[in-house]
Structure formats: structure tokens, C-alpha cells
């Protein structure tokens, strides 16, 4: 048999290795396109791989169906204080804290991180006088960080504390210490 003839039946013995579609009529008309003695053993060699294709596609097992895929779990950030400052919760949304003597003023900043992947994004700043002791919070569904410092009379940090990842939904569960 030709060189020709052996090369089409690898091609389409090939492709049924793969597990892919033959197209017999394809391969049948390129035999025929080489010619010669040897088209009719070719031709019955294409049946054979054929029928192989054929065999395999009825008593193979059906591909499972891909199960779609399962939704993230939205990122959360679990609220956590640090600092030398005790600071607690208060009513509806307001951290608390001790008057200290040694406090001239106090200087809040709330940021916010509209995404958690993001960076914290400044929100406001507030200047509260040494003797507050409370400051009311505009929490929403973004996780915030809000950073209390208590100045002396000469500009000096005296008490700070830092609260992150705080949100209206994270109010009452428990802070985590840093």
C-alpha cells in the first residue's frame, strides 16, 4: 500500500484517538484523490477505523454536565480596635470613651472603603473639644475606620485609638482586640 494511503489512515486514526467526530466522507474522497492499486484496501482500512469511531460514541459514557459555578462568598472584614484609648459601644451607632485631664482635643477622621479590596477612602474629619466623650457614627454597609486622637494642650497625641472594618451589619458583633 501506498505511502500516501498510510498517512490519510493515521490522520484518521488520530482523530479518533482524540475522541473527536470523524468525517468518513472526507477521508474517502481524499483516497480516491491519490488513486492507484491500493484504494480499495485503503478504503476498507477507513471503514474499520471508522466502525472503531462509531463503537466507541454509542458505549462511551455521556461528559457530565458542568456544574455551575458556586457564588463567592462576599469578603467580609471583621471590626477591630487597637490603640491606648478604651473606646466602646454606645447607643445607636456612637463610640464611647473616659474623659481624660490630659486631653485638650479631640480629633476624629472617618474613612470608608467603598470596596473591600480597596484602600480606605477619607470620609470626614471632626474637632471635638477635650471634655466630649462620644462621637456618633454614620455607618452604612461599607466597613469603616475611624481613628480617634486625643491632643494635649500643645498638639501632642496623648490617647488614640483605631477602629477598622466596622459596618452597620458589624456594630454588635464582637470587636476584635489588636
Known amino acids: 500500500m501506498n505511502d500516501a494511503y498510510e498517512q490519510i489512515i493515521a490522520d484518521a486514526r488520530r482523530i479518533v484517538a482524540r475522541g473527536s467526530t470523524v468525517d468518513a466522507a472526507a477521508f474517502e474522497r481524499r483516497i480516491r484523490a491519490v488513486g492507484g492499486a491500493g484504494e480499495e484496501e485503503a478504503l476498507r482500512r477507513l471503514a474499520l477505523v471508522v466502525a472503531v469511531h462509531r ?12 456544574e455551575p459555578p458556586k457564588p463567592a462568598k462576599p469578603l467580609r ?25 490630659d486631653v485638650a482635643s479631640w480629633e476624629v477622621r472617618i474613612a470608608e ?17 477635650g471634655a466630649a466623650t462620644e462621637v456618633e457614627l454614620p455607618l452604612g454597609d461599607s466597613p469603616m475606620r475611624v481613628r480617634i486622637v486625643g491632643k494635649d494642650a500643645r498638639g501632642r497625641l496623648v490617647r488614640r485609638a483605631v477602629l477598622t472594618g466596622v459596618t452597620r451589619e458589624t456594630w454588635n458583633e464582637r470587636w476584635q482586640r489588636r
Do not use: K
Not at 490603640?83 to 470613651?97: I, K, N, Q, S, T
Open 55 to 66: 463503537a466507541r460514541a454509542r458505549f462511551a459514557e455521556p461528559r457530565p454536565a458542568q
Open 77 to 101: 472584614t471583621r471590626p477591630t480596635i487597637s490603640g491606648a484609648l478604651d473606646v466602646r459601644r454606645g447607643r445607636d451607632f456612637v463610640l464611647e470613651w473616659r474623659a481624660a485631664r
Open 113 to 129: 472603603r467603598p470596596d473591600i479590596r480597596r484602600d480606605y477612602v477619607e470620609r470626614e474629619e471632626r474637632d471635638l473639644p
